[in-house]
C-alpha cells in the first residue's frame, strides 16, 4: 500500500547569502568625512584664491577655487555623489557574486542534465561550485525535486506545485539580497536635486543681500552668491544624474536575474513533469 514519506514535505531553504554592504550608514558617515575634508583641506586652500587667502576671489581659472566658494552645501553634495558612486561600485561587486562563476545558461544546462539522470548529488556539487543566490535558488528547487521524486502516494501535479513553492520561496529570501542598498540610491535620486536647490537659494539670499547692502551692493559679496547659487546647482543636477544612472542600471540588472529566475523555476518543473509518469 502506498504511504506518504517525509520527503513530501517542503524543502529547506538554504540561508540567504550574505553579499553587500548591510551597515550603509557608516559607508555614508565615511563619505562625509573625506567629502569636508577635501572642502575645508584641499577645496579651501590659500593657493586656490587671490592673495593666498580663502575669504578673496578664486584664481583665474581655477576650479578648485571657484567649486569652494559654492558655500558649505558643497560637501553636503559631495558626500551624496561619493555615496552614490560607492554604492555603484558594491552593487556590481554584489550582483557579479549573486549569479555566481559561470553563465547561467550553461549552469541551468548542467542542472537539467543532473536532473534528467536523478543525480540529485551532482546537481548540488554543481549548486556549490556555481555559488550565489541564482545558485540558492537552483537548490531549493533540486531539493525540492528530490523529495517528490522519493515521495509516493502523490499526485504528478502535487508534486510540481511542491517544487514551484519551493523554488517562489526561495526568491522570496534571495530578493532582498540583490536590492540591498538600491533604496539609498533611489533617494539621492531627488535628494541630490533638492539640495541643490537649497544651496541655489542660500546663493541667491546672498546676492540679494549685498545688493540691499549700499545701493549697488559689493561685486565680491554680488558674484560669490551668484557663484554659489550657480555652482551648487549644477553639482547638485549632477549627483542626481548619476543617481538615475545607476538605479535604472541595477534594477534592469536585477529584473533581468529575476527573470532568469523564473525561467530556471519553470525549466525544472517542466523537467520533472518530461521525465515522471503519473503515479497510478
Not at 578664486?58 to 558626500?79: A, C, Q, S, W
Not at 542542472?111 to 535558488?137: H, M, P, T, W
Not at 549627483?239 to 532568469?260: E, G, H, L, P, Q
Request: proline share 2%.
Amino acid at each position: 500500500m502506498a504511504t506518504t514519506q517525509k520527503a513530501a514535505a517542503p524543502a529547506k531553504q538554504k540561508k540567504a547569502s550574505s553579499i553587500g554592504i548591510k551597515d550603509a550608514i557608516w559607508v555614508i558617515v565615511i563619505c562625509a568625512i573625506i567629502a569636508f575634508a577635501d572642502f575645508f583641506l584641499f577645496l579651501g586652500d590659500g593657493s586656490h584664491f587671490e592673495n593666498g587667502d580663502n575669504t578673496g576671489m578664486p584664481l583665474d581659472g581655477n576650479i578648485f577655487g571657484t567649486i569652494y566658494k559654492g558655500g558649505i552645501i558643497v560637501p553636503v553634495i559631495h558626500t551624496l555623489l561619493l555615496t552614490v558612486i560607492f554604492m555603484a561600485i558594491e552593487r556590481v561587486i554584489a550582483l557579479s557574486k549573486c549569479i555566481g562563476t559561470e553563465k547561467l545558461a550553461k549552469f541551468v544546462a548542467k542542472i537539467k542534465k543532473d536532473l534528467k539522470a536523478l543525480d540529485f548529488e551532482k546537481a548540488l556539487k554543481d549548486c556549490d561550485f556555481q555559488g550565489g543566490s541564482v545558485a540558492n535558488v537552483v537548490r531549493a528547487n533540486v531539493m525540492a525535486y528530490k523529495e517528490a521524486d522519493a515521495a509516493t502516494g502523490l499526485k504528478k501535479e502535487v508534486k510540481i506545485a511542491r517544487i514551484q513553492q519551493a523554488h517562489e520561496e526561495a526568491i522570496a529570501v534571495e530578493m532582498p539580497t540583490l536590492t540591498m542598498n538600491l533604496p539609498i540610491i533611489a533617494t539621492i535620486v531627488t535628494l541630490g536635486t533638492l539640495t541643490g536647490l537649497l544651496g541655489t537659494v542660500v546663493g541667491m539670499i546672498k546676492s540679494f543681500s549685498a545688493l540691499a547692502a549700499g545701493g549697488g551692493g559689493d561685486s565680491v559679496e554680488l558674484s560669490a552668491g551668484i557663484s554659489e547659487a550657480l555652482i551648487n546647482t549644477a553639482f547638485g543636477i549632477g549627483t542626481s544624474w548619476c543617481a538615475v544612472v545607476s538605479y535604472n542600471f541595477f534594477t534592469n540588472r536585477i529584473d533581468k536575474i529575476a527573470f532568469a529566475l523564473d525561467e530556471i523555476g519553470y525549466s525544472i518543473a517542466q523537467t520533472y513533469a518530461a521525465t515522471h509518469a503519473e503515479e497510478a
